[in-house]
């Protein structure tokens, strides 16, 4: 199968892409800057460049594709969540989004692709919902939340054109180079490691690898479509997370961060740490899928090494 990866170059595109070239695919990355991505080529991934000001440049890199990936979107935790900072995160995702659909929309059989997966988060949710969640849930509230909404709401337009779509709602990646692990590591490795908050709001995670297979299946299966959560069936709650970390570094989880610090430090940015979901992927686990790292210590170990 031919697949274009739109946002490609960042932590998650780099480590699903030789997934999907393993499983056979002849990968397309589409990308604003083809050094970023000269890492990523070779082995039935290729790399083209992408002018985001020119839709017609896009129509044309979708023609004879398969399926599209939209991975695109400016990083959640990059910065403070400032008015000018939200204005980036919701551009970079729905605008993008929107134009996405809008080329694919353009295309006629057979040359426009029939399968179109764009990511969203676990966001969706809300922050701190009563109980655990599964895709039957409706949205929850807050800037998170709006921004998903909006976000699958274009991608599912592609619906409107025979497109099967998928929306995949994120949790917390782990992998070895980026994502949320990668900023947590350094306080462990020099003995500083704690639990953020109050250490008992839930962490929904997935590793990267299992998010790569995910990705695989929906595109070699048609009954694999609508919203999807991506996430291991073994949420843990943040003290629990630390405690692993730190005993498959073999460091101490002694150095807790208090909320108020890092309220202080980050502003409304600091609710990704304090709060959290608990998130089922029943959706995943009624179509048969199963996760090759459910649990979170051997996730750590296989990522770190450890095992």
């Known amino acids: 199968m031919n697949v274009a990866i739109v946002g490609g170059t960042g932590f998650i595109g780099r480590n699903i892409a030789p997934v999907l070239a393993r499983n056979g695919h002849a990968v397309t990355i589409l990308t604003r800057d083809q050094r970023a991505a000269s890492g ?76 179109f997966i764009s990511s969203s988060g676990i966001g969706f949710y809300g922050l701190d919902p009563a109980d655990a969640v599964d895709e039957s849930q409706g949205p929850g509230n807050g800037f998170l939340a709006d921004l998903c909404v909006k976000w699958e709401r274009e991608a599912f337009r592609a619906m409107d054109y025979g497109i099967r779509t998928t929306c995949l709602r994120i949790s917390m990646v782990l992998g070895k180079d980026g994502g949320a692990l990668q900023k947590m590591l ?97 959706v995943a686990q009624q179509l048969g899928f199963t996760f090759t790292y459910p649990d979170l210590k051997p996730a750590l170990s296989a990522i770190l090494g450890k095992e």
């Not at 039935?44 to 020119?54: C, E, L, M, N, R």
């Not at 594709?65 to 729905?94: E, F």
């Not at 692993?244 to 600091?270: I, T």
Request: aromatic share 6%.
């Open 40 to 115: 990523v080529a070779g082995g039935g991934i290729h790399v083209q460049a992408w002018d985001p000001s020119d839709e017609q440049s896009l129509e044309q890199s979708f023609q004879g594709q398969d399926a599209v990936i939209n991975l695109a979107g400016a990083p959640i935790a990059g910065r403070r969540w400032t008015t000018s900072r939200k204005h980036v995160l919701r551009t970079s995702r729905i605008d993008t989004t929107r134009m996405i659909v809008t080329a694919l929309s353009r295309l006629s059989a057979p040359i426009r692709p029939t399968i």
């Open 186 to 282: 350094p306080p462990f490795k020099f003995f500083l490691g704690g639990s953020l908050g109050r250490g008992t709001q839930p962490v929904s995670w997935i590793h990267v690898e299992d998010l790569g297979r995910l990705v695989a299946a929906i595109l070699e299966q048609p009954s694999y479509q609508g919203s999807l959560n991506a996430a291991s069936p073994n949420p843990v709650i943040m003290k629990e997370f630390c405690l692993q970390l730190g005993r498959v570094l073999g460091r101490p989880c002694w150095f807790p961060v208090p909320s108020w610090v890092l309220q202080l430090g980050l502003g409304e940015l600091s609710t990704l740490m304090t709060h959290g979901q608990s998130v089922n992927p029943l």
